[in-house]
């Protein structure tokens, strides 16, 4: 999470949306930077509502959190995790199994190399939708513009922390089928992201 009392906003660091990359393009415009690990780089507004209280809503600043396609993040995490640095921990390793494995996994909570959250989670708790201004990760590039209104310089997002790619000729519609997977899409059609 990074914030800004002068700019009036706190930006959320959704896992697998670039928030590294905004983290790094902002880190010289934010004076707040919690971020020496990653239970508190990646606070949800929930969890940052339990810290700070109403701190950032009493000075007026907005919220914003990237989003992603739950699947996209997903595959995003897959590749994450078939890193050669992470081959050697072969309980989070993903290096010798299929993606639709991965995500089979991941619907099912079988093994620790799928406990991960989507972006979506990220954004709820049980069924209530975090308060926040949300962008498509599709749209980073006019949240780069939206941000640099606000802050009145123009910035650069540094491609950072970006996995090697995959084959993404994964069967979306059989891993529809997977009801976590199903339930997941649901509430990220309810989310009200920003396009563009």
């Known amino acids: 999470m990074i914030a800004s009392f002068d700019h009036r906003l706190v930006v959320l660091c959704n896992p697998k949306t670039a928030t590294t990359s905004l ?3 902002l880190k010289n415009h934010f004076e707040i930077k919690v971020s020496k690990s990653p239970k508190w780089k990646h ?7 339990d810290l700070f209280g109403d701190l950032f809503d009493r000075a007026g600043c907005n919220y914003v959190t ?3 396609d739950p699947l996209d993040t997903l595959n995003s995490w897959y590749r994450y995790r078939s890193r050669d640095k992470v081959a050697d921990d072969s309980r989070k390793s993903t290096r ?3 993606f639709e494995q991965f995500v089979s996994e991941w619907a099912d909570g079988s093994t620790p190399r799928a406990r991960v959250r989507t972006s979506v989670e990220f954004c709820y708790n ?3 939708l975090a ?11 006019q949240l780069t513009d939206w941000i ?4 009145g310089e123009k910035l650069e997002l540094p491609r950072l922390n970006v996995s090697k790619r995959a084959d993404d000729g994964f069967d979306r519609d059989a891993m529809m089928k997977l009801p976590r997977v199903a339930a997941c899409y649901e ?3 309810k989310i009200p992201a920003k396009r563009g």
């Open 131 to 141: 308060h926040s201004i949300y962008w498509h990760y599709e749209a980073l590039p």
């Open 187 to 189: 509430l990220f059609e």
């Open 43 to 49: 606070l949800t507004y929930f969890r940052a509502r």
């Open 96 to 98: 010798d199994i299929s």
């Open 126 to 128: 049980d069924d209530v």
């Open 66 to 68: 990237v989003v992603r």
């Open 23 to 25: 983290e790094s393009a």
């Open 148 to 151: 640099s209104d606000r802050i």
